[in-house]
Protein backbone atom coordinates (compact mmCIF):
# COMPACT_ATOMS: atom_id res chain seq x y z
CA UNK A 1 0.00 0.00 0.00
CA UNK A 2 2.62 2.18 0.93
CA UNK A 3 4.80 1.60 -2.07
CA UNK A 4 1.70 2.76 -4.14
CA UNK A 5 1.24 6.11 -2.86
CA UNK A 6 4.89 7.05 -3.30
CA UNK A 7 4.43 5.84 -7.14
CA UNK A 8 1.55 7.67 -7.05
CA UNK A 9 3.40 10.92 -5.53
CA UNK A 10 6.04 9.99 -7.96
CA UNK A 11 3.56 9.97 -10.71
CA UNK A 12 2.16 13.56 -9.97
CA UNK A 13 5.20 15.23 -9.33
CA UNK A 14 5.99 14.04 -12.58
CA UNK A 15 2.86 15.33 -14.22
CA UNK A 16 3.23 18.96 -12.31
CA UNK A 17 7.02 19.43 -14.17
CA UNK A 18 5.71 18.63 -17.68
CA UNK A 19 2.40 20.90 -17.60
CA UNK A 20 4.93 23.86 -16.12
CA UNK A 21 7.10 22.98 -19.13
CA UNK A 22 4.33 23.56 -21.38
CA UNK A 23 3.74 26.81 -19.79
CA UNK A 24 0.79 25.48 -17.55
CA UNK A 25 -0.12 28.53 -14.95
CA UNK A 26 -1.90 27.83 -11.99
CA UNK A 27 -4.13 30.85 -11.31
CA UNK A 28 -7.22 29.87 -9.27
CA UNK A 29 -9.98 32.67 -7.98
CA UNK A 30 -9.95 32.64 -3.98
CA UNK A 31 -13.24 31.23 -3.45
CA UNK A 32 -12.58 28.35 -5.85
CA UNK A 33 -9.23 27.76 -3.68
CA UNK A 34 -11.05 27.71 -0.58
CA UNK A 35 -14.05 26.35 -1.63
CA UNK A 36 -12.31 23.27 -3.68
CA UNK A 37 -9.01 22.72 -3.07
CA UNK A 38 -9.18 23.60 0.79
CA UNK A 39 -12.29 22.05 1.62
CA UNK A 40 -11.09 18.52 0.03
CA UNK A 41 -7.77 18.50 1.76
CA UNK A 42 -9.36 19.25 5.15
CA UNK A 43 -11.91 16.41 4.66
CA UNK A 44 -9.46 14.47 2.77
CA UNK A 45 -11.06 13.95 -0.26
CA UNK A 46 -8.52 13.31 -3.11
CA UNK A 47 -7.82 15.44 -6.11
CA UNK A 48 -6.56 14.57 -9.16
CA UNK A 49 -3.09 16.22 -10.19
CA UNK A 50 -3.40 18.75 -7.41
CA UNK A 51 -0.91 21.48 -7.63
CA UNK A 52 -0.45 22.67 -4.40
CA UNK A 53 2.23 20.76 -2.23
CA UNK A 54 2.99 20.31 1.58
CA UNK A 55 5.27 22.43 3.08
CA UNK A 56 5.65 23.64 6.66
CA UNK A 57 6.40 27.41 5.07
CA UNK A 58 6.48 28.87 8.63
CA UNK A 59 9.21 26.92 9.35
CA UNK A 60 11.27 28.33 6.22
CA UNK A 61 12.58 30.91 5.16
CA UNK A 62 10.16 32.17 2.21
CA UNK A 63 13.57 32.65 0.40
CA UNK A 64 14.37 29.06 0.59
CA UNK A 65 10.91 28.33 -0.17
CA UNK A 66 10.75 29.80 -3.61
CA UNK A 67 14.34 28.81 -4.64
CA UNK A 68 13.09 24.71 -3.68
CA UNK A 69 9.81 25.19 -5.62
CA UNK A 70 10.42 26.98 -8.60
CA UNK A 71 7.77 27.73 -11.15
CA UNK A 72 6.78 30.80 -14.00
CA UNK A 73 4.77 32.57 -12.38
CA UNK A 74 6.55 33.56 -9.56
CA UNK A 75 3.41 32.64 -6.80
CA UNK A 76 3.80 30.14 -5.09
CA UNK A 77 1.01 27.66 -3.23
CA UNK A 78 1.50 25.14 -0.12
CA UNK A 79 -0.81 23.34 1.73
CA UNK A 80 0.14 23.69 5.71
CA UNK A 81 -0.88 22.76 9.17
CA UNK A 82 2.04 25.14 10.88
CA UNK A 83 0.97 28.87 12.07
CA UNK A 84 2.79 32.02 11.37
CA UNK A 85 5.56 33.23 14.10
CA UNK A 86 4.43 29.34 15.88
CA UNK A 87 8.16 27.45 17.71
CA UNK A 88 9.04 25.08 14.89
CA UNK A 89 11.22 22.31 16.45
CA UNK A 90 14.93 21.87 14.35
CA UNK A 91 14.19 25.22 12.54
CA UNK A 92 16.23 28.27 12.35
CA UNK A 93 14.18 31.29 10.30
CA UNK A 94 15.53 34.79 11.09
CA UNK A 95 12.46 36.86 10.59
CA UNK A 96 8.86 36.67 11.31
CA UNK A 97 5.53 37.05 9.78
CA UNK A 98 3.48 39.96 10.79
CA UNK A 99 -0.58 40.17 10.28
CA UNK A 100 -1.03 42.79 8.23
CA UNK A 101 -4.97 42.29 7.24
CA UNK A 102 -7.76 40.03 7.91
CA UNK A 103 -10.79 39.84 5.18
CA UNK A 104 -13.43 37.52 3.94
CA UNK A 105 -13.62 35.05 1.10
CA UNK A 106 -16.52 34.78 -0.92
CA UNK A 107 -17.61 31.91 -3.35
CA UNK A 108 -20.37 32.55 -5.38
CA UNK A 109 -21.98 35.11 -2.56
CA UNK A 110 -20.89 32.85 0.26
CA UNK A 111 -18.74 33.14 2.75
CA UNK A 112 -16.61 30.14 2.53
CA UNK A 113 -13.07 31.24 4.33
CA UNK A 114 -11.01 33.79 5.89
CA UNK A 115 -7.50 34.98 4.29
CA UNK A 116 -5.02 36.97 6.20
CA UNK A 117 -1.99 39.11 4.50
CA UNK A 118 1.22 38.63 6.19
CA UNK A 119 4.09 40.50 5.33
CA UNK A 120 7.34 39.10 6.26
CA UNK A 121 9.89 41.24 8.70
CA UNK A 122 13.47 40.01 8.99
CA UNK A 123 16.05 41.91 11.41
CA UNK A 124 13.30 45.41 12.11
CA UNK A 125 12.95 45.64 8.35
CA UNK A 126 10.10 44.52 5.91
CA UNK A 127 11.06 42.43 3.46
CA UNK A 128 9.37 41.92 -0.37
CA UNK A 129 7.86 38.47 0.67
CA UNK A 130 4.14 38.10 1.70
CA UNK A 131 2.00 35.44 2.41
CA UNK A 132 -1.97 35.26 2.21
CA UNK A 133 -3.20 32.68 4.37
CA UNK A 134 -6.40 31.01 3.56
CA UNK A 135 -8.59 29.39 6.14
CA UNK A 136 -12.28 27.45 5.70
CA UNK A 137 -14.90 30.11 7.96
CA UNK A 138 -16.71 28.08 9.16
CA UNK A 139 -14.31 25.14 9.73
CA UNK A 140 -15.68 21.44 9.81
CA UNK A 141 -16.02 19.71 12.85
CA UNK A 142 -14.03 16.52 13.95
CA UNK A 143 -11.61 16.69 11.49
CA UNK A 144 -9.22 13.48 12.16
CA UNK A 145 -6.36 14.67 11.05
CA UNK A 146 -6.62 18.17 12.35
CA UNK A 147 -6.95 21.64 9.93
CA UNK A 148 -5.11 22.57 7.02
CA UNK A 149 -4.07 25.65 5.67
CA UNK A 150 -3.35 27.62 1.91
CA UNK A 151 -0.67 29.67 1.92
CA UNK A 152 0.27 32.13 -1.20
CA UNK A 153 3.61 33.29 -1.30
CA UNK A 154 4.92 36.05 -3.24
CA UNK A 155 7.59 38.50 -3.64
CA UNK A 156 6.04 41.87 -3.22
CA UNK A 157 8.97 43.15 -5.35
CA UNK A 158 8.73 40.67 -8.40
CA UNK A 159 4.94 40.26 -9.17
CA UNK A 160 1.65 42.36 -8.71
CA UNK A 161 -0.71 40.45 -6.26
CA UNK A 162 -3.51 42.34 -4.63
CA UNK A 163 -4.80 42.07 -1.46
CA UNK A 164 -8.72 42.43 -3.00
CA UNK A 165 -11.79 42.05 -0.38
Known amino acids: ?6 RKKVE ?5 KRLIALGYVFIPT ?5 DYYLRNKN ?4 MDHCPIEEVDVYANHPQAL ?3 HPNTAEVWYFFTR ?4 EIQAGHDVYGQWVICEKKDVFNQGEKVGVKLLLEYC ?4 KSEYKIIEYQLDPAP ?3 ENGHWFICKLYNGGCVDVRFRP
Open 1 to 6: MEVLAR
Open 12 to 16: EEEFK
Open 30 to 34: EGKLV
Open 43 to 46: VCIS
Open 66 to 68: AEK
Open 82 to 85: SRPN
Open 122 to 125: EGGH
Open 141 to 143: ENL
